[in-house]
């Protein structure tokens, strides 16, 4: 199926706080965010007329900019009220949403301090990151590059540079026939997909790495709060190579990844099983509750 291109569709986008044709959502090529990848950015969906967990990604992409050294000029609720009406502007109950902020055009050198602060959000329809695949479990090539020591990189911001490193890892598994890769960190230990955290059910407890040179996706810590809920055994802890084949079951859990089941790492082969059905099952069903009723529902 080809891909209709992202510059050149029908709808409407937010763009520094106006609603414009979404062809006309336009930046100069001198913006300082294209020249050196000043921007963070969110991935967020909207289920049955709600974004799950929106206030969590506003305040994430208000934080990520702070670690870049810019203040997003509004406000958290203005943030969500302007996402809100996109996903109503364009006529979608379900879609994903693409809040993203950068540095412009006013300044271009590595110092940015002139420059000013844009916002745009976009949304589309995505079903899932893994389409028809999600559900057979996708399969994932271990990656040559690695997650970064956060003294090397803003590893804490969703910061649209640190992509430059998923991309390449994906486009080397994706030419060796797999779905995506799997990440390791600059340690060796594992760390996770090129956009989604990692779980490994082992001798029937969940296991996953701890995320500090990497995102703790909200969805990490949803589907942790799910497994508690289950009495789950949950251990976050140094995860190693040797790990993979001690694993029986696998998962990646994600906004646009939701909990998709894993089939290979590597030369490893996993099964979804009872633990990986019942954390996707109870996901989907969060998502499409009320955000009174998320909000009821506390982290444990
Ligand atoms: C690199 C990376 N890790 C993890 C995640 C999962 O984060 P979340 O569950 O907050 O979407 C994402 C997706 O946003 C990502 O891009």
């Given at each position: 199926?080809?891909?209709v291109p992202?510059?050149?569709?029908?709808?409407l986008?937010?763009?520094?706080?106006?609603?414009?044709?979404?062809?006309?959502?336009?930046?100069?090529?001198?913006?300082?965010?294209?020249?050196?990848?000043?921007?963070v950015?969110?991935?967020?969906?909207?289920?049955?007329?709600?974004?799950?967990?929106?206030?969590?990604?506003?305040?994430?992409?208000i934080?990520?900019?702070?670690?870049?050294?810019?203040?997003?000029?509004y406000?958290?609720g203005?943030?969500d009220?302007?996402?809100?009406?996109?996903?109503?502007?364009?006529?979608?109950?379900?879609?994903?949403?693409?809040?993203?902020?950068?540095?412009?055009?006013e300044?271009?050198?590595?110092?940015a301090?002139?420059?000013?602060?844009?916002?745009?959000?976009a949304?589309?329809?995505?079903?899932?990151?893994?389409?028809?695949n999600?559900?057979?479990?996708?399969?994932?090539?271990?990656?040559?590059?690695?997650?970064?020591?956060?003294?090397?990189a803003?590893?804490?911001?969703?910061?649209?540079?640190?992509?430059?490193?998923?991309?390449?890892?994906?486009?080397?598994?994706?030419?060796?026939?797999f779905?995506?890769?799997?990440?390791?960190?600059?340690?060796?230990?594992?760390?996770e997909?090129?956009g989604?955290?990692?779980?490994?059910?082992?001798?029937?407890?969940l296991?996953?790495?701890?995320?500090d040179?990497?995102l703790d996706?909200?969805?990490?810590?949803?589907?942790?709060?799910i497994a508690?809920?289950?009495?789950?055994?949950?251990?976050?802890?140094?995860?190693?190579?040797?790990?993979?084949?001690?694993?029986?079951?696998?998962f990646l859990?994600?906004?646009?990844?939701?909990?998709?089941?894993?089939?290979?790492?590597?030369?490893?082969?996993?099964?979804?099983?009872?633990?990986?059905?019942?954390?996707?099952?109870?996901?989907?069903?969060?998502?499409?509750?009320?955000?009174?009723?998320?909000?009821?529902?506390?982290?444990?």
């Open positions: 199926m080809a891909l992202f510059d050149d569709r029908d709808g986008i937010w763009l520094d706080g106006v609603m414009v044709p979404w062809r006309d959502a336009k930046l100069h090529v001198l913006s300082h965010g294209l020249h050196y990848a000043s921007g950015f969110e991935g967020e969906r909207a289920y049955a007329g709600n974004i799950f967990k929106l206030r969590a990604h506003t305040e994430r992409l934080a990520s900019g702070r670690i870049l050294g810019f203040e997003i000029p406000t958290a203005e943030i009220a302007a996402c809100i009406e996109v996903v109503k502007a364009n006529g979608f109950t379900d879609a994903y949403v693409r809040p993203i902020a950068w540095r412009g055009a300044q271009l050198s590595v110092s301090q002139q420059t000013k602060i844009h916002l745009a959000i949304t589309w329809a995505w079903p899932n990151l893994f389409g028809d999600r559900m057979k479990g996708v399969r994932l090539d271990i990656a040559s590059w690695k997650r970064p020591h956060p003294e090397t803003p590893t804490a911001s969703k910061a649209a540079g640190l992509y430059m490193i998923g991309t390449l890892s994906k486009h080397a598994a994706e030419a060796n026939g779905d995506d890769a799997f990440m390791l960190d600059w340690r060796g230990q594992l760390a997909a090129t989604a955290n990692a779980f490994f059910v082992i001798d029937g407890d296991h996953t790495p701890v995320p040179c990497f996706g909200i969805t990490r810590r949803t589907v942790l709060s508690r809920r289950h009495q789950m055994k949950v251990v976050e802890r140094v995860m190693l190579p040797d790990d993979l084949p001690k694993a029986t079951e696998v859990a994600g906004t646009a990844a939701e909990v998709t089941p894993v089939r290979q790492i590597g030369p490893h082969s996993y099964t979804p099983g009872h633990i990986t059905e019942t954390l996707l099952h109870d996901y989907e069903g969060l998502v499409r509750k009320s955000p009174a009723e998320v909000e009821a529902l506390a982290p444990i």
